[in-house]
């Protein structure tokens, strides 16, 4: 994901962002292993450690920020590296992201590192009433003059012999191996860069330089590591894409959506970011990868819980025009299966699990958007097993959270008691409450909102991450996240038969996390006392819901079965964690960021402190 700041368009910022996965599958391998590093990430925060891990939903709210801000964007249909360069480029602006890809490619006005934004520090320009940030500018040209002019188009070949995303051969080890590399290329791994650079740096061009790779490595082998080399070099050159359509008239070519044949409402839906890239990883590679939160790694990952609603979504995609040649990739044996790469205890597994073949009367994707809203509403809730009767008191903007909810509750993996159902419930108050206090009209109604929202404030600050988190709470909230997810994926799908949720009002984590500790010592009547235009609004939530859950969720503590309680009583002691504060952001290049090294101020002195350490 990028952002692309333009002078041609008064200052309008724009941003291009990925869509789903590479079509030719090339980055697989690369995103399994993120997805184990996520794992280790979320298992790590879970029992205490440090770890940077994102929100499910984290997606969703920066597109709910961008359309709020107005701000211009197009998802790309899958890789977007190569489409924002050539828009850049085309622009003459730089590209803000935190993919240190950018070093590499050839951008006439620079690459700006995310990470090195100073955001509290609001200057002024002299002698103006205008404000800047200040930030840094990765420049190639400078980066190349520094290693003795080097022609930067050497720089794709330098970044495939170090291994991206896109290829890493074993039997680079050997070039590597037996290559004069300077600096003492046996050292660490920013050993490895800088002799590698200081090696390309003396051919002319990359023709002279990958030839010299080859004769290196054995003579039977030549042939095919320079098909493999020249291929994922192709991958930092010019886009054919062009981009600057869509900003102009609302859409754009890509030649490889094109060529598979899908519903032009699809194509539309995903350039404007109305579709999730879940959904174009489904249609074309019958293969999605569901992220791993923080949650307890002894249970079933939280996905499971949401299973179904997925099974559905595959059901409607499948009805394709074409499903047979979707792609290279898909499951040819099993036209009704789809893998899905989820998390087993602390690791990954990709499992097989079949979509519902549903009724002829809405099986024909292309013509999805053609069914009335009261069928589309209908094929939502069945799916979220709701009846439309439920969410007839419910305000227009909590139905869908309300209905997923309600099929929340009916799985018995989610193992919900009492208070989490309030904390939800009472979470989902925040954006009446501010609706409230904003609006004109008597004091009255204002006042009491305002002291109820600054208690809940306060409920947030005493839930930050010094407090313990319990962890058999947090995996039902994370399971009720999987669902908020999947019914919103499906409700886009659909067409959004029901209005879409503020994310940002609607969950808050800190907040529900520090109302299920507050509820051991305060009712929610009490609570609400307050303010009671809201408390009329929860208990109209709290009906809806309440025909969904099972019985022994309101019944008297202690009632439950004893076996199970004293079970429970110990994995709780056991999964209360104190959560970590720090995270290791020295090392935002390492990891998925390659090449950050390259934009480090001096090279020589970032490895003799490495060396240090």
């Known amino acids: 994901m990028a952002m692309l700041f333009s002078t041609d368009f008064a200052s309008i910022q724009t941003w291009s962002s990925d869509g789903g996965c590479d079509i030719s599958d090339k980055k697989l391998t690369t995103l399994k292993d993120r997805a184990r590093e996520k794992i280790q990430a979320a298992h790590s925060l879970s029992v205490g450690g440090g770890g940077n891990v994102c929100p499910l939903l984290i997606r969703e709210v920066f597109i709910q920020a961008l359309v709020k801000l107005q701000v211009c964007f197009v998802q790309c249909f899958s890789e977007a590296d190569r489409d924002i360069m050539t828009l850049a480029n085309h622009w003459n602006c730089p590209v803000l992201s935190s993919d240190s890809d950018f070093c ?8 700006c590192p995310l990470n090195t934004f100073q955001w509290r520090n609001l200057n002024t320009v002299k002698d103006t009433q205008s404000y800047y940030i200040p930030a840094k500018c990765f420049s190639i040209d400078a980066f190349c003059n520094h290693f003795s002019n080097m022609n930067k188009a050497l720089l794709p070949l330098f970044a495939v012999l170090c291994g991206n995303d896109h290829v890493n051969l074993p039997i680079m080890e050997t070039f590597l191996s037996k290559v004069h590399l300077p600096l003492g290329s046996k050292g660490r791994r920013h050993h490895r860069v800088m002799g590698l650079l200081n090696w390309i740096s003396n051919f002319d061009d990359p023709t002279e330089a990958l030839d010299n790779v ?69 249609l074309v ?23 179904p609603i997925r099974q559905i979504i595959y059901g409607l995609l499948l009805n394709s025009s074409h499903p047979e040649d979707i792609s290279q990739n898909a499951m040819p044996s099993q036209p009704l299966a789809f893998n899905e790469v989820e998390r087993i205890n602390k690791n990954i597994k990709t499992s097989i699990v079949y979509a519902v073949q549903l009724p002829k009367d809405h099986s024909d994707l292309s013509r999805l958007t053609e069914l009335s809203l009261a069928r589309r509403q209908t094929l939502l809730l069945e799916a979220l097993k709701v009846k439309q009767v439920v969410l007839e008191s419910i305000p227009t903007f909590l139905k869908l959270p309300i209905a997923v909810s309600c099929y929340w509750l009916q799985h018995t993996e989610a193992k919900a008691k009492l208070y989490h159902l309030q904390a939800l419930l009472l979470g989902m108050l925040m954006e009446p409450l501010h609706a409230i206090i ?13 002291m109820l929202y600054e208690e809940f404030q306060k409920v947030k600050e005493s839930a930050r991450p010094s407090a313990r988190l319990d962890l058999d709470t947090a995996h039902i909230f994370c399971q009720w996240q999987c669902c908020l997810q999947m019914g919103m994926y499906l409700n886009q799908l659909l067409s959004t038969p029901l209005p879409e949720p503020d994310l940002t009002r609607l969950y808050s984590g800190s907040l529900v996390h520090g109302l299920c500790q ?56 056991r999964s209360k964690n104190r959560v970590g504060t720090t995270s290791d952001t020295r090392n935002w290049y390492e990891g998925s960021n390659r090449f950050g090294l390259l934009m480090t101020e001096n090279l020589e002195e970032h490895i003799e402190a490495s060396e240090l350490e």
């Not at 590499?104 to 690459?111: A, E, N, T, V, W």
């Not at 590679?285 to 299973?307: D, F, G």
Request: hydrophobic share 35%.
């Open 438 to 450: 904003n609006s004109p009209g008597k004091e009255d109604p204002r006042a009491g909102a305002k």
């Open 214 to 282: 080859l004769k290196y490595l054995p003579k039977k082998k030549r042939e095919n590591v320079k098909e493999v080399l020249c291929c994922a070099m192709e991958e930092y050159q010019q886009s054919s894409v062009k981009l600057q359509d869509f900003f102009q008239s609302g859409t754009y070519v890509c030649p490889e959506a094109l060529n598979l044949g899908l519903p032009e409402w699809v194509l539309v839906s995903l350039a404007k970011g109305q579709l999730s890239p879940f959904i174009s990883d489904a």
């Open 104 to 111: 590499i490619f050839d951008l006439k006005s620079g690459f």
């Open 285 to 307: 590679l019958r293969r999605t990868i569901l992220h791993t939160q923080v949650e307890n790694m002894q249970q079933p990952n939280a996905h499971r819980i949401s299973q």
């Open 518 to 573: 507050s509820l051991a010592s305060t009712s929610v009547e009490s609570l609400l006392s307050m303010c009671p235009e809201v408390k009329q609004l929860y208990e109209h939530l709290f009906n809806a819901t309440r025909s969904y859950a099972p019985a022994e969720l309101f019944l008297p503590k202690g009632k439950s079965n004893s076996k199970k309680g004293g079970q429970k009583k110990k994995i709780t002691g």
